[in-house]
């Protein structure tokens, strides 16, 4: 879990299979589609920048840790609702 030495800290980390999980709030890294990831209409000054860091941020250290060798699983808080889904998609993830 989170592991300081790698990009990102990612949340789950599999070294043997070279894989790694991130589990995303949808309105924090801005999931696209997704109702909860809508930048807020109020203050938007504030928060489309700070969102746009997150965003960049996620770009970045996924890039990293696929140079690195790892393949790289995001899952969003959305997901997380449908557990048999998310299983399957795990499953898949981690078969492949």
Do not use: M
Request: glycine share 6%; with cysteine; aromatic share 10%.
């Amino acid at each position: 879990l989170h592991r300081r030495d790698l990009p990102g800290k990612p949340d789950l980390v599999f070294p043997r299979r070279k894989k790694v999980v991130f589990v995303h709030g949808c309105f924090w890294h801005q999931h696209p589609g997704c109702r909860d990831g809508r930048i807020p209409g109020t203050n938007r000054a504030y928060w489309e920048p700070k969102l746009a860091r997150n965003v960049e941020r996620d770009e970045a250290v996924q890039s990293a840790l696929r140079e690195a060798g790892w393949r790289v699983k995001v899952v969003w808080e959305c997901e997380a609702i449908d557990a048999e889904a998310l299983a399957v998609e795990l499953r898949a993830f981690f078969d492949s």
